[in-house]
């Protein structure tokens, strides 16, 4: 079942189109738990390069309200976590992009906005997304539009949200994979890029089953130079069954009632160049 989830701390434009893994991995799992990666991405014990941000910089990052200073008295050397470090670098990328504080500000609102003080983490999504980046390979992105507006996803989920609609604005992208190898500088992460190379029919097939969660697809090969695919998707949801819906161009939908529940069913129709 596919999930529209609000992402944004502000009114927002662009959308994120989330399978249940989300709710599942990230808001029911991850971000009440307390497991010792998080507590080491977020122990501070990591001093940045004076060569990659001077004190000037940095003491005026933190006074515009993009880094917080944890030092007793404000005095001694910086130290940051894993996650901080991560952060320092989207921010310098930010600035490189040409985007100001004000903005910049609305990135850090965007990623903070899971946070609770019985947790260590002060950016939890992007947490979520490390750690995803340390057991998957999964390419992951953090997508900023002209307004400050932000969104941090896969890029399958970002695919999938520009395919149906739901992300309407040109965005610059940041690949957090980047960033956390560089880091951590070890070669046993590894992302993979290569789905991004298969044929339009395998890319179809790919999302469809692993990103929009179809209940079943059926693909008939035998139309001349196109393929003709059926996706069903099966949803419980009235509302989003009407959403998704209404993204589609050819569709058909069924509600059934079995017992005291009701699903909703949509079928897509699509036609695939060979």
Do not use: C
């Amino acid at each position: 079942m596919n999930k529209l989830m609000h992402k944004s701390p502000f009114e927002s434009r662009n959308r994120i189109l989330y399978g249940d893994w989300y709710d599942i991995n990230f808001l029911a799992d991850f971000l009440p738990s307390k497991t010792k990666f998080k507590n080491d991405l977020n122990e501070k014990k990591v001093r940045m390069g004076i060569e990659t941000i001077s004190s000037r910089v940095m003491n005026h990052w933190v006074k515009r309200g993009l880094v917080s200073d944890d030092r007793i008295g404000g005095k001694g050397w910086r130290i940051f976590s894993f996650s901080e470090i991560i952060w320092l670098e989207i921010i310098i990328k930010l600035r490189s992009f040409g985007l100001d504080f004000e903005k910049i500000i609305k990135v850090k609102s965007y990623l903070e906005r899971y946070y609770n003080q019985n947790s260590p983490s002060k950016f939890p999504e992007l947490d979520f997304y490390i750690a995803l980046i340390f057991q998957f390979k999964d390419p992951v992105k953090l997508i900023v539009f002209d307004s400050g507006e932000s969104l941090l996803a896969r890029q399958y989920d970002i695919d999938t949200s520009k395919h149906f609609g739901f992300i309407i604005d040109d965005y610059i992208s940041i690949d957090l994979n980047n960033l956390v190898k560089k880091r951590y500088n070890n070669d046993v992460i590894k992302t993979d890029y290569i789905n991004y190379s298969l044929s339009k029919i395998e890319q179809e097939v790919h999302h469809s089953l692993l990103i929009e969660e179809v209940q079943s697809i059926k693909i008939n090969t035998k139309k001349g130079d196109e393929y003709i695919i059926d996706k069903e998707f099966i949803l419980a949801s009235e509302r989003e069954m009407k959403i998704l819906f209404s993204k589609l161009n050819y569709a058909d939908s069924v509600t059934t009632v079995r017992g005291n529940k009701t699903f909703h069913k949509i079928i897509e129709k699509k036609k695939i160049k060979k």
